[in-house]
């Protein structure tokens, strides 16, 4: 490999930890008869997004405010909330940001990782389906913005993943060639698979934990034969490469 491009959210940042914190904020004003024992099913309907609201945004059919206020407003009817207004909303997403961005950690494998990949010559860089500006605020604030060389984002060609042009894009930027550039990321889809499809090499974080949504055994199978590897933790990432004499990286 000359090249490792990374997925930002839940695979470099615990993402799914931050939504936590940030769905508990948010419930304590607008949904104050939920007990705590049920805010793991906000977590669960927030990172499912049956609507396709945030697939919609990278898509570039609605903008990010859009796909936020109709996930809200999902949360406010499934558990019986009152219907955000304007001002409602600029409440609640503030409470909702204040508690996601405090809450923005590494994973606790990533820095050796990376260090690891560069150590082995690898130019490291990062693609998201989120805003670059956005993205870089919550890499400087795990430490990790002076390391990558490169950040594309859904706001780069104007749509996210899985489109094939946003792969081949942050290649580009990284200066490598597609065929041996590595795209590892946490949804087998949107990442690995479409990876793949763009002519990258396709890598699956599949942490242990729930999902974000149902993954049927036949589509991980499907993936794996058309060349997409499965890591639980990127601390295999540099195994899985084949880096000469690479050894698991340690926290």
Same mark, same amino acid.
Request: overall charge negative; proline content about 6%; charged content about 25%.
């Given at each position: ?7 930002? *959210? ?9 939504? =936590? ?27 499912? *997004? ?36 304007? !001002?409602?909303?600029?409440?609640? *997403? ?8 405090g809450a923005w950690t590494a994973h606790e494998e990533v820095s050796a990782v990376v260090d690891a990949?560069? =150590?082995?010559?690898?130019?490291? @860089? ?16 795990? @430490?990790?913005?002076?390391?990558? !060389? ?11 993943? +899985? ?11 990284? &200066?490598?060639? +597609?065929?041996?550039?590595?795209y590892v990321g946490d949804e087998l889809d949107v990442d690995a698979v479409a990876a793949v499809g763009?002519?990258?090499? &396709?890598?699956?974080? *599949? ?8 993954? +049927?055994? !036949? ?25 000469? @004499? ?6």
């Open positions: 490999m000359d090249g490792v491009l990374l997925d930002i *959210d839940d695979t470099l940042v615990d993402t799914r930890g931050a939504f =936590a914190v940030a769905l508990t904020a948010a419930a304590a004003s607008f949904l104050p008869h939920l007990p705590p024992e049920r805010h793991a099913e906000l977590l669960q309907v927030w990172r499912a *997004d049956t609507g396709g609201h945030y697939r919609r945004y990278t898509s570039g059919e609605i903008g990010y405010r859009d796909q936020r206020v109709a996930r809200a407003a999902e949360l406010q009817r499934v558990f019986g909330g009152a219907p955000l207004d304007d !001002e409602a909303f600029a409440r609640w *997403d503030d409470l909702f940001e204040t508690g996601f961005a990949l560069l =150590a082995h010559g690898v130019a490291v @860089g990062a693609l998201s389906n989120a805003g670059v500006d956005y993205q870089t605020a919550k890499l400087r604030r795990v @430490g990790l913005a002076d390391r990558l !060389e490169v950040l594309v984002g859904v706001d780069t060609l104007g749509v996210g993943k +899985p489109h094939p042009s946003v792969f081949l894009e942050a290649c580009r930027r990284l &200066g490598t060639d +597609p065929a041996r550039t590595a763009a002519g990258l090499v &396709g890598v699956w974080v *599949d942490r242990p934990g729930p999902r974000r949504v149902i993954v +049927p055994p !036949e589509d991980v199978a499907a993936a794996r034969a058309a060349g997409v590897h499965v890591v639980a933790t990127l601390a295999e990432l540099p195994v899985v490469l084949g880096l000469d @004499g690479a050894q698991r990286p340690t926290a």
